[in-house]
């Protein structure tokens, strides 16, 4: 079964609204989780790295006033899409790191925003 | 976050054929991790390798941990149609607090 859960699946919004996505680490504790964003057929781009009880460090580009990341909790992130317009329409993905004995990181099932 | 070289960015391949691609670092890694995506959903995890010369197999695939801890490699033998999908390396260099991803291969198989 998945060991990251990410909510919701597919959102809807109206321009100028805020969209909340959440992930969730579900066997494990993590300190550390990331945001990625997703065009079409390109590869993932990473958008931030979220630290649980600090603040998220966004790659160059990323809007962080836009993007708010918040990580509050040992399994959950969660993004914030503020204002969003049309453009912000994309596939958001997280992913967690477990640094167990399998130091891996594990990916969530991904959310589609559509801002309409 | 750095990105992993990752080769080749796509292939397309006749069903039944076999599939190497490959990922390499500046750094030294600890770990290194294929997944793969298929479109709309997230990536999954399809092999873990933790130690220099590590040789995993899963099902058809079959991944390297290189000599030099600076490189992996990812094999599918006997391609099917269900292989499409974007495969990607993944993994922590040894020192820092980043995890570093490659930039994928977009496998196309051609039935």
């Known amino acids: 079964g998945a060991v990251v859960s990410q909510h919701p699946s597919r959102v809807i919004c109206k321009s100028g609204t805020s969209v909340k996505i959440e992930c969730r680490s579900l066997?494990?504790?993590?300190?550390?989780m990331f945001w990625y964003r997703q065009f079409p057929k390109q590869s993932l781009m990473l958008m931030a790295t979220?630290?649980?009880?600090?603040?998220?460090?966004?790659e160059q580009g990323v809007e962080k006033d836009k993007f708010l990341i918040n990580h509050a909790s040992l399994t959950l992130s969660t993004l914030t899409v503020t204002s969003a317009h049309p453009e912000d329409s994309s596939f958001y993905i997280c992913?967690?790191?477990?640094?167990?004995?399998?130091?891996?990181?594990?990916f969530g099932e991904g959310s589609w925003l559509t801002v309409v | 976050g750095q990105q992993l070289n990752q080769s080749p960015q796509s292939m397309f391949i006749q069903e039944g054929e076999d599939v190497s691609m490959n990922c390499t670092s500046s750094?030294?890694?600890?770990?290194w991790l294929w997944y793969k995506q298929d479109p709309g959903e997230g990536p999954v995890l399809l092999i873990a390798?933790?130690?220099?010369?590590e040789l995993t197999s899963n099902g058809r695939l079959t991944a390297q941990f290189g000599i030099t801890r600076k490189d992996s490699f990812l094999n599918i033998s006997a391609s099917i149609p269900s292989d499409v999908g974007i495969y990607f390396c993944?993994?922590?260099?040894?020192?820092?607090?980043?995890?570093?991803f490659g930039t994928g291969t977009s496998l196309t198989v051609i039935p």
């Open positions: 066997d494990f504790q993590a300190t550390t």
């Open positions: 979220s630290n649980e009880g600090s603040k998220a460090t966004y």
């Open positions: 750094s030294i890694f600890n770990t």
């Open positions: 390798l933790y130690k220099a010369g």
């Open positions: 993944a993994g922590p260099p040894n020192t820092g607090n980043q995890f570093y």
């Open positions: 992913s967690a790191w477990d640094r167990g004995a399998g130091n891996t990181i594990y």
